[in-house]
């Protein structure tokens, strides 16, 4: 069964996310799936290579608790909210690691120490 999505619709989040890392961040090819994507964060966020930090959002007021995870070899990055118990975005910053490092009191999280 086909979706048929009209002009003003609602459309799901996710739907909506994987349009946009698709069509106007041109990171993932046209014939991604959600579930594709779904997968993209759960390989980024279990990879050994991948960074982890921990931050606040500063576009909510106070500001809310937010896990990042970052693979430097993919590029791909995965965010946490904690608050709404959710993956926020899945994506790739053009500056990589460093976008979660210019957030408000970021902190990367050392996996050897702390066995991540």
Known sequence: ???????????????????????????????TTIE??????????LDPATEIYVYGYYR?????????SFNPATGIAVVYDSEADLIAIVFKPVEGGLFFQSQLSSVKINRKEWQV
Do not use: C, E
Request: a positive charge; aromatic letters at 12%.
């Open 60 to 68: 909510t007021a106070p500001p809310r608790l937010q896990w990042g």
């Open 36 to 45: 594709q994507l779904s997968n993209d964060a759960r390989t980024t966020i």
């Open 1 to 31: 069964m086909t979706n048929l999505y009209h002009r003003n619709s609602l459309i799901p989040t996710a739907f909506w996310h994987l349009l946009k890392r698709i069509y106007v961040d041109g990171d993932w090819p046209a014939d």
